[in-house]
C-alpha cells in the first residue's frame, strides 16, 4: 500500500518573530489585534468552503457583521467585499510607519493591471475598463496609456516588466509567458525595495515567496 508523504503546511496569518523589536507599531498593533476579534474563523471559512451552495454558505454569515450579504446579489456582494479591501488597504497605510512599504502594496495592484493590459494589447483582445482601483496607476489611466501606447507615464519598473514581457510573449505567442515574465520582475522588484528598505521580514518573505513560486 502506497504511503502518504507529509508535507509541511505553510500558514501565512502567522509568522515567527524576524528581527528587532520595532516599538513603533506597538499602537499599530494594538489596533490589528481588536480587529482581528470582527474577522471570521478559520473553521466558519471553511464550512463556507464546504457549504452545498452559494445561498447555504451566505446563511453563515448571519452571525456576523456580514449579514447584510443576505439581501444582496452576487454583483452587489461583490461591491461590497470591494470596498471592504479599500477600506483595509488604506487602513494599513494609515498605521503604517514607513511610507515606502506602501510602495510594495501599491506595486502588486499596478502588475494585476499590468498583466490585464499586456494579455489585451498582446493578444488584440478589446481593453476593457475593469482594473483594479488601487495602485500607483489610476484603472481610468491604464486605458489610454495601452491605446496609445505611450508607457512614459508609468513608472520605471512597469516600462522595464512590459518590455520583458512582450519580449516574452514574441517568442511562441504563448499568452503564459506574459504572466511567467511579469510575476518574475515582480518578484525581482520587491526583493531589491525590501533589500533597499533594509526590512529583514520583508526580504524573508519575498525570498520565500519567490521560491515558492518558483
Same mark, same amino acid.
Given at each position: 500500500?502506497?504511503?502518504?508523504?507529509?508535507?509541511? #503546511?505553510?500558514? !501565512? *496569518?502567522?509568522?515567527?518573530?524576524?528581527?528587532?523589536?520595532?516599538?513603533?507599531?506597538?499602537?499599530?498593533?494594538?489596533? #490589528?489585534?481588536?480587529? @482581528?476579534?470582527?474577522?471570521?474563523?478559520?473553521?466558519?471559512?471553511?464550512?463556507?468552503?464546504?457549504?452545498?451552495? !452559494?445561498?447555504?454558505?451566505? %446563511?453563515?454569515?448571519?452571525?456576523?457583521?456580514?449579514?447584510?450579504?443576505?439581501?444582496?446579489?452576487?454583483?452587489?456582494?461583490? *461591491?461590497?467585499? +470591494?470596498?471592504?479591501?479599500?477600506?483595509?488597504?488604506?487602513?494599513?497605510? %494609515?498605521?503604517? /510607519?514607513?511610507?515606502?512599504? #506602501?510602495?510594495?502594496? @501599491?506595486?502588486?495592484?499596478?502588475?494585476?493591471?499590468?498583466?490585464?493590459?499586456?494579455?489585451?494589447?498582446?493578444?488584440?483582445?478589446?481593453?476593457?475598463?475593469?482594473?483594479?482601483?488601487?495602485?500607483? /496607476?489610476?484603472? *481610468?489611466?491604464? @486605458?489610454? =496609456?495601452?491605446?496609445?501606447?505611450?508607457?512614459?507615464?508609468?513608472? =520605471?519598473?512597469?516600462?522595464?516588466? =512590459? @518590455?520583458?514581457? #512582450? +519580449?516574452?510573449?514574441?517568442?511562441?505567442?504563448?499568452?503564459?509567458?506574459?504572466?511567467?515574465?511579469?510575476?518574475?520582475?515582480?518578484?525581482?522588484?520587491? =526583493?531589491?525595495?525590501?533589500?533597499?528598505?533594509?526590512?529583514? !521580514?520583508?526580504?524573508?518573505?519575498?525570498?520565500?515567496?519567490? *521560491?515558492?513560486?518558483?
Amino acid at each position: 500500500m502506497a504511503t502518504i508523504t507529509e508535507k509541511p #503546511v505553510l500558514d !501565512f *496569518d502567522l509568522y515567527p518573530p524576524v528581527g528587532k523589536e520595532d516599538w513603533r507599531y506597538t499602537f499599530a498593533c494594538a489596533q #490589528v489585534k481588536s480587529l @482581528e476579534t470582527f474577522m471570521l474563523s478559520k473553521s466558519a471559512l471553511q464550512n463556507m468552503a464546504t457549504s452545498s451552495g !452559494f445561498e447555504d454558505a451566505l %446563511d453563515m454569515l448571519s452571525s456576523s457583521e456580514y449579514s447584510l450579504l443576505q439581501d444582496k446579489d452576487q454583483e452587489q456582494i461583490n *461591491d461590497f467585499l +470591494l470596498e471592504k479591501r479599500t477600506e483595509v488597504r488604506n487602513l494599513f497605510i %494609515d498605521l503604517i /510607519v514607513d511610507k515606502r512599504i #506602501v510602495e510594495l502594496l @501599491e506595486a502588486r495592484s499596478d502588475f494585476a493591471n499590468l498583466r490585464l493590459a499586456l494579455r489585451r494589447k498582446l493578444t488584440e483582445k478589446p481593453i476593457g475598463a475593469d482594473y483594479s482601483g488601487d495602485g500607483f /496607476v489610476k484603472a *481610468d489611466e491604464f @486605458e489610454a =496609456i495601452f491605446e496609445q501606447e505611450n508607457y512614459s507615464p508609468l513608472p =520605471i519598473y512597469m516600462q522595464n516588466a =512590459i @518590455e520583458v514581457a #512582450v +519580449l516574452a510573449y514574441y517568442q511562441n505567442k504563448h499568452v503564459c509567458q506574459i504572466d511567467y515574465a511579469l510575476d518574475a520582475e515582480y518578484s525581482r522588484y520587491t =526583493i531589491e525595495k525590501a533589500y533597499e528598505l533594509q526590512n529583514e !521580514f520583508l526580504i524573508g518573505f519575498f525570498r520565500m515567496k519567490a *521560491d515558492l513560486t518558483n
